[in-house]
């Protein structure tokens, strides 16, 4: 749900907020007091397009920001985990537009993509009037209101998880059909590299251990000739570090005897003796080793350049050759197994197909069965609503194997055979859903995207969500003119729809009908007001006496009488309240 709104600078709107609560939210006010404003403003932080225009004069930039509930919304959640953008239960949308032209948006305080804000607006409110944001009017959605109200949303998990496999196979049997004749062509030039490379047989790690080993042969002679003389001042010769350390140990323990003090530091001189006569024993023994090998010398000399060579010919590094080393290995393979490796992936595709084929098919019979079932029911709900003679067809047709629609994931590769007949396949079976609508008596149905005037749209949406309303997964409804061409009975009627509907979502609903703002769980009006110089449009929230005094102007005029009170109270179910 919407839990708050700030607007600054925008239009009519010098700084606006307000806070909604869930169920029904009625919002009134007379004509070109601004309530359309403030659904534009909703909608530039659902992703709509922005233009300087909306920038208040004489400011520099306009600001709006929306607080969402989004604790139980996975979806919106998901997609943000996904753009790493973090997301606690409150969601905070922010989209500022400068009057040079620049618009930038923002999600959680982290600047976004207009992409990303729209993505997220489409999961979190449908927006219902004279405007682009309609979900209804989306060819593409149709589809899913339509397994949504069957409930058929397990059965189009299980297909959608055998298609991702079949896709998955399907690519690679592209990529590997694509890759034959490049394979065939270079095997042979593989082999050759395989047999240059096999010749040295490069180990991982090795170089670095070559190259040690080669500085302590060139430097032998130097080794040998320091390490010789640090044995002698150490030991071997006259006056040695050795021996001088003994005599002073011995004469600290002699000390000793006079003054305890010294006791301490005769063991730590002793530990000093220790030291150095394990530092002797390692310089003799290094100096023992000392290697004087010509030919071990070469030897290193002439696998290091070998090496070299390797490495400049194929990346640089040992590690990036041995990488080459594999992976053309595995190409050469492949060739040489390829008709193998063919048959067993075209085997699974064609396996895979097969089961696609099942769950479609099955999800396509439920669809048709479920289109029967939605028909009837918007028709007898349209008429509730004013549309009398509507009829209302979920025409259900079989996906062309051809195209490359982004929004269908087709391709030629994607298709199943039924009755020797190729059908195509995308993310959600192999159906195209579209609504068809009449809403004239002698009419044939027609594309409900093309044939619909914006009150009807409203009616009809109203109509689809009001049976759709548990399975529906967005929370926000808002209807802008939901009220065109209504009065009486059906204004009752679509009070009561939205009433209804606000059940399981929160209702958004800007209406000139007393029989719907008499429903309102929560009550805004919208004024404009001036200072002699600018005109400026603001919003409060209505008490209790406040809306039935709005109530009572919308049944009888700006003159509000004691009559109309009366009738207010009674339309709102107030009638016993003195």
């Known amino acids: 749900m919407i839990k708050s709104l700030l607007i600054k600078n925008y239009a009519l709107i010098d700084s606006l907020a307000v806070e909604f609560a869930n169920g029904l939210v009625i919002i009134t006010g007379e004509t070109g007091a601004g309530k359309s404003i403030i659904i534009d403003a909703l909608g530039l932080i659902l992703g709509e397009r922005a233009s300087t225009e909306v920038v208040r004069m004489g400011t520099d930039k306009a600001t709006v920001e929306g607080v969402f509930d989004v604790s139980g919304n996975k979806k919106v959640k998901a997609l943000l985990q996904d753009n790493e953008i973090d997301c606690a239960d409150d969601l905070i949308l922010r989209r500022e537009v400068s009057a040079k032209g620049q618009s930038r ?75 034959e004749r490049q394979l065939r062509e270079k095997r042979e030039f593989y082999q050759f590299q395989i047999r240059e490379i096999d010749a040295v047989a490069p180990q991982a790690g090795e170089e670095e251990q070559l190259e040690t080993d080669l500085r302590i042969l060139e430097n032998a002679e130097k080794l040998s000739e320091a390490t010789g003389r640090l044995y002698e001042m150490l030991y071997g010769g006259e006056h040695s570090i050795h021996d001088r350390l003994v005599i002073v140990r011995n004469q600290l323990h002699d000390l000793v005897d006079i003054d305890k003090q010294f006791g301490a530091i005769a063991e730590e001189c002793g530990s000093a003796v220790a030291i150095v006569a394990e530092v002797t024993k390692f310089i003799q023994s290094y100096n023992a080793g000392v290697e004087f090998n010509p030919a071990r010398l070469e030897s290193l000399r002439d696998r290091l350049g070998r090496l070299a060579h390797l490495k400049k010919r194929y990346g640089g590094s040992l590690e990036t050759l041995l990488a080459h080393r594999q992976a053309i290995g595995e190409e050469v393979a492949l060739a040489e197994n390829f008709d193998e490796v063919l048959r067993n992936l075209v085997h699974e595709v064609e396996h895979a197909r097969e089961e696609c084929a099942v769950h479609a098919m099955r999800l396509s019979s439920k669809r048709k069965d479920t289109a029967r079932k939605i028909d009837k029911a918007i028709v007898a709900e349209l008429a509730k609503l004013g549309i009398q003679n509507g009829k209302f067809a979920t025409h259900i047709a079989w996906h062309a194997p051809h195209g490359n629609s982004s929004s269908m994931e087709g391709s030629d590769n994607f298709y199943i055979t039924v009755e020797n007949k190729k059908i195509g396949l995308h993310s959600r079976g192999c159906d195209v859903v579209e609504f068809f609508i009449s809403t004239n008596l002698g009419e044939e149905v027609k594309p409900l995207t093309k044939v619909a005037s914006g009150g009807e749209i409203s009616r009809i949406m109203l109509a689809l969500k009001s049976i759709l309303a548990k399975s529906d997964r967005l929370p926000v409804l808002i209807f802008d003119e939901i009220d065109v061409g209504v009065s009486g009975r059906v204004a009752q009627s679509v009070g009561v729809s939205l009433k209804n509907l606000s059940r399981f979502h929160q209702v958004v609903a800007i209406t000139h009908l007393p029989q719907i703002a008499g429903l309102a769980d929560e009550h805004f009006a919208v004024y404009k007001s001036d200072d002699g110089v600018r005109a400026q449009t603001s919003i409060r929230k209505l008490s209790l006496d406040q809306r039935i005094e709005e109530v009572a102007k919308l049944m009888t005029g700006a003159e509000v009488t004691e009559a109309g009170l009366m009738g207010a109270k009674e339309l709102m179910g107030l009638s016993d309240r003195s």
């Open 105 to 179: 948006c923002y999600i959680n305080d982290s600047p976004a993509t207009i992409t990303l804000q729209k993505q997220t607006g489409d999961l979190l409110v449908d927006l219902h009037g004279q405007h682009e944001h309609q979900s209804l009017l989306k060819v593409e959605s149709h589809i899913a209101m339509l397994d949504d109200f069957g409930g058929l949303d397990g059965i189009v998990g299980d297909f959608q998880t055998c298609f991702r496999k079949f896709k998955t196979l399907s690519d690679q049997l592209h990529d590997l059909r694509e890759r």
